[in-house]
């Protein structure tokens, strides 16, 4: 008696637990085009694996699989977008920022509640290796050889920003100029892997900063997979909307 009393139970809180995430699937895996020469396949299109592609001679298709790669599939081709992703596994986190970002545009260099100069215009996010953007907080991805830079949200007059490493305390300052959004990174903190940073730009909030150091950067059909991985969110959407820039142009 006391037996089935138990499964009872049991049974009852896999039922609350069912109502409580909505009995939802994952999402269904879906491949994302971000470059198109073909006239019926838009850039930013979202093709279900029962959608069939058809693409002619001479044309292409580039799109980021729910693996996370991205492939380029060149005509002649006809056949099923499920065919694209056989022996490939789904992730989920790489599906998620993508629709992310289809749906909202992504991130902005914005920051809610600061105070922005009425020079300063708007710009997209853009796709880097070594700038290292100042108004957000999170990961950044940057290449291990390469000369990092300071990128600011543009304002028409100098500011000074400081560098701070969280965990040894070093301290260092640059300063750009009235004309530009990018100065070195200081020389006087040391660039680790995986280390904290604080960056204090004049007149706007701190951010904190993790930096992920590659000793070898990835693929381009490997890129989207690799800045997930590591978390380096900013990157992801820039690299994904700049794509979807260049198709407008």
């Not at 300063?120 to 880097?128: I, V």
């Not at 990092?148 to 260092?172: E, H, Y």
């Not at 059909?221 to 700049?242: N, P």
């Amino acid at each position: 008696m006391k037996i089935d009393r138990l499964v009872l139970v049991m049974a009852s809180l896999a039922a609350a637990l069912v109502a409580l995430t909505g009995g939802a699937a994952p999402a269904r895996a879906q491949v994302y085009v971000i470059e198109s020469s073909v006239p019926d396949i838009k850039v930013g299109a979202q093709l279900a694996m029962a959608d069939r592609l058809a693409i002619p001679a001479g044309a292409a298709i580039r799109a980021v699989l729910p693996s996370g790669k991205t492939q380029t599939v060149k005509g002649p081709y006809n056949g099923s977008v499920a065919d694209l992703t056989k022996g490939q596994e789904i992730n989920e986190g790489v599906v998620g920022w993508l629709k992310n970002i289809m749906q909202t545009g992504g991130a902005t260099e914005a920051t809610p509640g600061a105070t922005r100069s009425a020079g300063a215009r708007p710009r997209a996010a853009r796709f880097s290796w070594a700038n290292v953007p100042t108004s957000i907080d999170g990961n950044v991805c940057v290449g291990k050889d390469a000369e990092l830079q300071l990128l600011r949200a543009p304002v028409p007059m100098a500011q000074r920003v400081a560098v701070v490493d969280v965990d040894s305390a070093a301290r260092a300052e640059a300063e750009w100029a009235v004309s530009g959004d990018l100065v070195a990174w200081p020389a006087g903190v040391a660039v680790r892997p995986g280390g904290t940073y604080y960056l204090m730009v004049e007149g706007r909030p701190r951010r904190q900063l993790k930096l992920e150091v590659l000793d070898t950067l990835p693929s381009e059909d490997d890129v989207l997979a690799e800045l997930h991985k590591r978390g380096c969110r900013h990157q992801f959407e820039a690299f994904v909307r700049e794509k979807l820039a260049a198709a407008k142009r």
